[in-house]
């Protein structure tokens, strides 16, 4: 079956409220959906699946993981019913040699996952399977994982980092969604920009994340590594759309984009 090639997509998820909430943010990932060819399957690369080594989910009905402690009371009660693609996660592991990807039998659907997709995808009728983060690799590491997930877009894939560019949580000002930024968040998130526009990766691999500001705004990269699967997996022809900028609670950035939706799924 021909497929349409799928963009790729790096979503900033923020708070797991957002999943509860009609916003600004929610209303986009609605919209942005409508915008996408219909995917076959999702993989999702999400912030909040940290390992030591890469696995990738292998379930037919993952379970939905509330992985916070606080928050309203119906945030627990959330669930995210999609099916899992355990065909799709061993063609992955076979096709990709290296670096070694192994299956897993328990992981489900973390709060990057249904965040993002309760809004995109309401009635979860697409398969999703999980990528980890190994945590014990470097930036380049993650990149390079990206690119040899690129093949899976003429599949009728749609690959998601679910991230945050800026996440410094000891930092954010919880009491204030809209508080002003801090000046290092709004400086690391703009010299992100502006990298991805370039197309010039390898700051934000190399140099960005270890400048005064980078720590900052990343003490640990679990949040950050997502964007770099996305960058990896897209090509340099892609078209690139800022589909939603803020900074929320002070330390979180909401920056959001595509690569490889064209043009012409944009009205004028």
Known sequence: ??????????????????????NPFTKKLKKLAKKLPRPEAILCISAHWLTARTW?????????????????????TVNYPARGAPELAEKIKAAIQTPHIQL???????????????????????????????????ADYHYELGTRLRQLRNHGVLIVGSGNIVHNDKMIIWDNQYAPPYPWAVEFDEQ??????????????EELPFTEVGRLSNPAPDHYFPLLYALGASDINDSVRFEFEEIQFGSVSMRSLSLGIPSSRYPI
């Open 104 to 138: 897993d039998e328990h992981w489900g659907f973390d709060q990057g996952i249904w965040i993002v997709f309760i809004h995109m995808y309401p009635d979860a009728d697409i398969p999703i399977i999980q990528l980890s983060i190994n945590m014990a690799e470097p």
């Open 1 to 22: 079956m021909k497929h349409s090639r799928m963009p790729v997509l790096f979503i900033g998820h923020g708070s797991p409220v957002n999943a509860i909430e009609d």
């Open 192 to 205: 992100v920009k502006q990298c991805i526009i370039q197309r010039d990766y390898k700051p934000l691999l």
């Open 56 to 76: 990738i989910s292998h379930t037919h009905f993952p379970k939905t993981i509330h992985d916070f402690h606080k928050g309203p009371s119906e945030l627990f």
